[in-house]
């Protein structure tokens, strides 16, 4: 028995990471389920939480991960694209309140990006972090390629995606409440638009309305910060 | 399903390579996203094998961020450093975006119903 030839291809097969984070997600959503889908429990914090204490004890570096499970990043292209059919079969709603759609679109997507960066700038943060802070409010998947389009640290992105999105999923029911907000289609847009996909997983349970006018603002502030984004900050660059 | 994962993968080839030609800053899987939406509104509709496609990428989307999550690990000096500034910046930032976005659409829509009156 070669002790040493296992040990070797363990630690050089890419399939270790790739089962690892597989079954990392896997567990993720068996337990999501269990508990109801609570917010907090989303399977990607989960899975982050198992697959950074593994990658820390075993004194793996970012690279080494990476290039295992590069597969899985690759995806991320295509499933942008796939981003297209649920939008596509949302965009009919945009007919029945058109203008408020669109200027909400721009002036609050505008403002929610600009607040969180103004707070940034007065207590001090670097650009890096700003950088990667501009594209908290988009659906993950474009909020990578766009931050690593901008010169961002994608991981700071996702990272501040995924708050957003819980931060809006957990208070936004509440907030609409105290400001009186009257009709659900702006209470789902404005989850799509700050919050994404977890804001729109919160949507669904205010009403099916709430819902198709969250991934409608979700789909559309994607593609919005993907087009305008770069050409704003390579201006002030 | 094959023939709707090679349009996935054609149209964000489509959208690389424009981007690549006419050096665009939007990323190429976005225009590539953007012609796919086009390509449904022109088609007036999707097809079996796209749908399946689809579905297949988007079921488990989250899972595709873990790898770029990761690097997480590689930020812990900015994040210690600067950590108030950030959760200050995302729960503040958060709370009042999401405010002011149903607010302003709600005030926007009001007034829509009010002008059909």
Redo the contacts between chains.
């Keep these: 028995m070669n002790y040493d030839a296992l040990i070797n291809y363990i630690h050089s097969t890419p399939l270790t990471w790739l089962i690892l ?2 079954a ?2 896997k567990l993720g959503i068996i337990i999501y389920e269990k508990f109801n889908k609570h917010t907090l429990l ?3 914090i989960i ?2 939480v198992i ?2 204490s593994l ?2 004890y075993t004194n793996t570096s ?1 690279e080494e ?2 290039k295992s ?2 597969i ?2 690759f ?14 079969k949302n ?1 009919k709603y945009i007919k029945s ?1 058109f ?3 669109v ?2 679109l721009f ?2 997507g505008i ?2 990006i600009v ?3 103004t ?2 700038w007065i ?4 650009l ?2 700003i950088l990667s ?1 501009t594209t ?2 988009i659906t ?3 909020a ?3 931050s ?2 901008i010169g961002a ?4 992105a ?3 995606v ?3 999105g819980i ?2 999923a957990l ?2 029911t509440i ?2 409440k105290i ?1 009186k ?3 659900d ?3 789902g ?3 799509g ?3 994404h ?1 977890i804001g729109t997983a919160r949507a669904i349970e205010i009403s099916e309305k709430a819902a198709a006018f969250s991934a409608l603002a979700m789909g559309l502030s ?2 919005f910060t ?2 305008f984004l ?2 704003i900050i ?1 201006f002030f660059k | 399903m094959l023939k709707g994962i090679i349009v996935l993968l054609f149209f964000q080839f489509l959208g690389e390579c424009i981007a690549k030609f006419f050096e665009l800053l939007v990323p190429g899987p976005v225009i590539g996203m953007i012609l796919l939406l086009l390509f449904l509104l022109i088609k007036k509709g999707s097809f079996v094998s796209l749908d399946n496609a689809v579905a297949l990428h988007l079921r488990y989307l989250p899972l595709l961020f873990i790898p770029a999550a990761m690097g997480i690990i590689t930020q812990i000096d900015i994040i210690t450093k600067e950590f108030w500034a950030i959760a200050i910046a995302l729960f503040v930032g958060t709370i009042v975006a999401l405010a002011f976005s149903a607010k302003f659409m709600d005030y926007l829509t009001n007034k829509g119903e009010k002008n059909e009156l």
Excluded: D, N, R
């Design positions: 984070t597989l990392a997600f989303q399977p990607i899975a982050y697959l950074l990658i820390i970012f991960y990476f499970v590069e899985i990043h995806f991320l292209g295509p499933a942008t694209v796939a981003l297209a059919l649920p939008l596509y965009l309140l203008l408020p759609i200027l909400t002036i609050a403002f929610s607040i969180a960066v707070l940034l207590f001090g943060a670097e890096p972090t802070m908290k409010s993950a998947p474009i990578i390629i766009t690593e389009q640290i994608p991981s700071l996702v990272g501040f995924l708050i957003t931060i809006g208070f936004g907030i609409f400001i907000i009257k009709h289609t702006s209470k847009f404005a989850l638009l700050v919050s996909g994607g593609i993907a087009v770069p050409m390579t």
